[in-house]
């Protein structure tokens, strides 16, 4: 393969690792292109990223080659040692078709250069009783945590706080798998001792509870009772939202005295109580889970409501009647907000002007 295919191929590859669609084969082939790199280090990486992004000491060019390197850290920080070298490997390809681009195909880019709009960057939080807070690293079970303070009482109620930008995906002590969404406060008892598994929410969760037929799991989310005995379901119990929405996926569950099938959506308005069922994709909240972000006909004001929870941008609208324009698209999550303005551009019904984290939405 000469050069000029070579890079492009390795390129492609990139593309698809970004995007999440890359095959393992292909990520084999993607290793083997930037084999012979000898860029499988942390400090030449570095070094790469900082020659090639702030040649001349620019201003403009250090706080880019600084975002760069940031976002590289964070993305190999999960690692073990033999992956973590795979995949610092391919950054450094990544760097160097980027390098290229910004040098050749788009001269004094970094003139004016203003940062992307970008996923908020924290962790989560385990807080106990008595107020100690302990960040929670990435891919670690709530349990791992818990061994640093073997005193915590069994009946002891844990927070767990998921900041902007974020989800934590973590197995409660009956065995009930939980999924927190952005900004989401989620209390629990360290182990449920008692007749019922209760649970407090605030934000955003998917539940797939182990059955227990003795002990019903109790969901309660700003005052709506969500109880189930073993079932998967996503509830939405936002602060400042007006309802709290539960969507069954599996088994059945009763919202405030009313029964769901799968399939179905309670709607709860916290003004007066009332509860609307409507239909619902079920599947769609699990596809979330797994990575998925599914707007299905939703008013763009929803969708900029739901993107600000991720990302960190203000956004106003021109006009105000596109606040309600509905939308339906599916794609993966992604760290780059512009894969999503392009996408909605397409559709011919709105321009995204965008000036650092600001947006301005209009026709």
Known sequence: MDKYRESARTAELISKLLCDTISPEEEK?????????GLGDEASLERLIRQDFNPEGETAGKMLA??????????TTAYSKSRKRTVIGIAAAAVIIIAVALRIGAPGVLDGWQPEIRLAACEPTL???GGEVFTIPAETEVIKV?????????????????????TYSFTMDDSSKVHLFPETRLKFPR???GPTRGVTLEGEAFFEVARDQGRPFVVDAGGVDINVL???FNVRSYAGLPNVETALVSGSVEVNGHILVPDQLAIVARADGRVDIVP????????????????????????????GRWFEFDYEFADPALMQKRFRFKLPNTSDFSRISELMEKTGEM??????????ISQ
């Open 29 to 37: 082939e993607l290793t083997s292109l930037i084999g012979n790199s």
């Open 66 to 75: 600084d975002d760069v390197w940031n976002a590289v850290r964070k993305r």
């Open 127 to 129: 807080e106990l009783p």
């Open 146 to 166: 818990l061994e640093e303070k073997p005193e915590t009482p069994e009946d002891a109620i844990l927070t767990i706080s998921v900041p902007k930008g974020m």
């Open 191 to 193: 182990s449920f001792n």
């Open 230 to 232: 073993g079932t998967s």
């Open 280 to 307: 619902a994709n079920g599947e769609m909240y699990r596809e979330r889970t797994a990575g998925m972000w599914v707007f299905d006909y939703l008013p763009l004001g929803e969708i900029m409501r739901e993107l």
């Open 351 to 360: 321009k995204f002007n965008v000036k650092g984290n600001k947006i301005v």
